[in-house]
């Protein structure tokens, strides 16, 4: 009887333990279904990342041009004085309250590939007072330069440096009208500003330059010479002063100085021409 009863009692058990591991299984089984059916399936996953890559784009990448400075057109503050009695002013610096300064370059005869480069490479805009004895051989050398927004003025046919001595009035009027009907014709634009040559001038010839349209006679108050700069006033550039320079072998170390200057003033380049007209 005892024996029986053992053995009835294992068999129970085996029962249980069998019922037991069935339990576990179908729960197993019904947690994998379960996380199966909470997971993204692959489609749905890569258009997750997609839109998490888009909006991280969104908030690092820089805007169209970011790294493009702004800048705003150059608006003039300085004037030219009116001219009175029929006599042209004279200006050899203006009143300005921006940091500007401006380079004038005189007659034309050193023309070398390398000063359209080096006024280039600089950003240099200048006034260039040209006579036609230094230009006629080859003018078309200069519309290189105006081509970077400089602009052609008047020194006159012949750059006799005793005009003012050795000229009558008439003389003079045909020297500075003569070369003002040239640049016309051969670049389109009429001067509107005159320096004599040497920068001697009188009354009689500030009268000669108005009856030819010319708006100011333009001296200057510091020079690049040389390979280094020479003032009148002070030791340094200011704002509002004109710079004398010349087309000449030594145009390289000149306008290095003049560029050096510039600089060490917190100064840059502006058109005389771009002042208010009186």
Not at 153 to 177: F, R, V, W
Not at 191 to 217: L, N
Not at 234 to 256: C, N, T, W, Y
């Amino acid at each position: 009887m005892r024996r029986i009863i053992e053995h009835l009692r294992a068999r129970d058990w085996s029962h249980v333990l069998i019922m037991l591991g069935g339990i576990a299984a179908i729960a197993s089984i019904w947690l994998v279904s379960a996380s199966m059916l909470n997971q993204p399936s692959q489609y749905e996953h890569n258009m997750m990342m997609t839109r998490h890559q888009a909006q991280k784009r969104q908030v690092t990448a820089k805007p169209k041009n970011a790294d493009v400075p702004m800048t705003k057109p150059f608006v003039a503050d300085y004037t030219i004085p009116m001219a009175t009695g029929g006599i042209a002013p004279v200006v050899t610096r203006v009143e300005t309250k921006q940091p500007i300064v401006f380079l004038t370059i005189d007659d034309g005869a050193y023309k070398d590939a390398s000063v359209v480069t080096l006024l280039k490479a600089n950003h240099i805009k200048a006034s260039l007072f040209l006579a036609k004895l230094f230009i006629s051989s080859n003018p078309e050398f200069f519309t290189q330069i105006t081509a970077g927004g400089s602009l052609i003025e008047n020194h006159t046919l012949s750059h006799d440096l005793n005009m003012t001595k050795d000229m009558s009035y008439a003389q003079q009027k045909a020297e500075i009208c003569g070369m003002a009907d040239y640049e016309q014709q051969a670049y389109g634009r009429r001067p509107i500003f005159y320096r004599p040559p040497g920068g001697a001038y009188t009354t009689v010839m500030r009268q000669a330059a108005y009856d030819c349209g010319m708006k100011a006679v333009v001296t200057w108050i510091a020079k690049a010479n040389g390979g280094s700069m020479q003032y009148q006033i002070g030791d340094k550039l200011r704002a509002g002063d004109i710079v004398l320079m010349h087309f000449r072998p030594e145009f390289k170390s000149d306008l290095q100085a003049f560029v050096d200057a510039e600089k060490a003033a917190g100064l840059h380049t502006e058109l005389l021409e771009d002042a208010t007209i009186q």
